[in-house]
């Protein structure tokens, strides 16, 4: 069992960084990947971003490339999701999940099995 918590979101400008924390409890975090996923008004949750459990390997979606960089620490049982030149776009909840596996299908909503209850970004412009 594995609990999230999301922490870090908040009311930015364009332009602003953010970074987000999800604090996981249960001593099985640094065996799952973490992703990060957003959802916003009226849009189904999508994909942003993923980290295997050991931290080699990311995987991001084309709208955040180069703009947000997930990072994990396993001695702190945390992952973050740091987020770089915000957009209007980025306005959303973000929520983290943890899934237990490989790092293939790291995109797709079923491949999760924990769940954090989101955060809101919201970016003005």
């Known amino acids: 069992q594995v609990q999230l918590v999301e922490s870090g979101g908040g009311l930015v400008q364009a332009g602003d960084s953010l970074r987000l924390s999800c604090a996981a409890s249960?001593?099985?975090?640094?065996?799952?990947?973490m992703g990060w996923f957003r959802q916003a008004p009226g849009k189904e949750r999508e994909f942003v971003g993923a980290?295997?459990?050991?931290?080699?390997?990311?995987s991001y979606s084309d709208s955040v490339k180069g703009r947000f960089t997930i990072s994990r620490d396993n001695a702190k049982n945390t992952v973050y999701l740091q987020m770089n030149s915000l957009r209007p776009e980025d306005t959303a909840v973000y929520y983290c999940?943890?899934?237990?596996?490989?790092?293939?299908?790291?995109?797709?909503?079923?491949?999760?099995?924990?769940w954090g209850q989101g955060t809101q970004v919201t970016v003005a412009s």
């Open positions: 980290i295997n459990w050991s931290g080699v390997f990311t």
């Open positions: 999940a943890a899934g237990a596996g490989g790092f293939t299908g790291q995109a797709n909503i079923r491949r999760y099995d924990y």
């Open positions: 249960g001593r099985t975090f640094s065996t799952h990947r």
